[in-house]
Structure formats: C-alpha cells, structure tokens
C-alpha cells in the first residue's frame, strides 16, 4: 500500500509539472506577442515624429528663444535654444529620448541626466511638463515647435 501511494503522489507531481511547463510557456508567449505588437506601434509612433521642428518661445529677459528639435528615428536628438538678442545665448544639447506615451516624448541629456518633456500635438511638439500637461495661458500658442 505504501509502494502504491508513492507510486500515485510521484504521477501527481509529474502531472502538476507538465501542466505548470505548459501554463507558463503560453504566457510567455502571450507576453512576447504583446511586447512586439507594442514595439511596433512604437516604431509607428516614433516616425512619425521624426523630422525637424522649429519656433520662437516667449522670454522675460529677452526677445524670444529661438527652438529647434531634431528627432531622429534612432532614438536620438538635438535641441538647440538661442536668446535672441543675448551674447553668448546659444545651447544645443542631444541625447536619446523615450515615447513616454503616444504623444509624449522625454528627452533625455546623457551628460547632465537633464530631462525636457515635449507632446505631440496637430501642429508639431508643444513644451510640457513630464505628465503632457502644457501651458494653458494666452501664450499656449508660443510653446508649439513646428514641422520644418
């Protein structure tokens, strides 16, 4: 009888293992199905924002900062400011940006770990902040960075 019941507990187990293998290989499989129907979407996404997108946002201390973005499809990008009017008012920075959501983009600094948040609206890029909330003030039209 002892014989009998290893013998009944070692085929249970065998049993719960098969299916348990099972189980996760079909998740597994699920879950690579969902990430590559992501990246592809992605990928879409990330076209279609590639390209050069320029503007003039509004300043306090001097005429105008004159923006232009460059977004590569290789997760890359430039974004160059300059103070109109202001000597020695030329930045340029470029790193590598994530899709933060469809039509939200963060750029990312590799020197200075510096991040700037950008959504995509009908027109080009509108300067945000890291939730895609943009200025709603009279001035919501300065922030947009055209296609070029």
């Given at each position: 009888?002892?014989?009998?019941?290893?013998?009944?507990?070692?085929?249970?187990?065998?049993?719960?293992?098969?299916?348990t293998s099972n189980q996760k290989k079909?998740?597994?499989?699920?879950?690579?199905?969902?990430?590559?129907?992501?990246?592809?979407?992605?990928?879409?996404?990330?076209?279609?924002?590639?390209?050069?997108?320029?503007?003039?946002?509004?300043?306090?201390?001097?005429?105008?900062?004159?923006?232009?973005?460059?977004?590569?499809?290789?997760?890359?990008?430039?974004?160059?400011?300059?103070?109109?009017?202001?000597?020695?008012g030329k930045y340029e920075s470029s790193?590598?940006?994530?899709?933060?959501?469809?039509?939200?983009?963060?750029?990312?600094?590799?020197?200075?770990?510096?991040?700037?948040?950008?959504?995509?609206?009908?027109?080009?890029f509108m300067l945000s902040d890291s939730?895609?909330?943009?200025?709603?003030?009279?001035?919501?039209?300065?922030?947009?960075?055209?296609?070029?």
């Open positions: 009888m002892k014989k009998m019941n290893q013998i009944l507990a070692a085929a249970l187990l065998a049993c719960m293992a098969a299916c079909e998740a597994a499989t699920t879950e690579t199905t969902e990430t590559e129907a992501a990246t592809a979407v992605g990928d879409t996404t990330a076209l279609a924002m590639t390209g050069t997108f320029e503007g003039i946002f509004p300043a306090a201390s001097c005429e105008g900062i004159r923006a232009s973005l460059t977004i590569n499809a290789d997760s890359t990008y430039t974004y160059k400011r300059e103070y109109i009017g202001e000597k020695d790193g590598i940006y994530h899709l933060k959501a469809k039509d939200l983009i963060e750029l990312i600094t590799p020197s200075s770990g510096e991040k700037t948040y950008f959504k995509r609206v009908e027109t080009g939730l895609g909330t943009v200025n709603q003030g009279e001035l919501t039209g300065h922030y947009i960075l055209k296609r070029q």
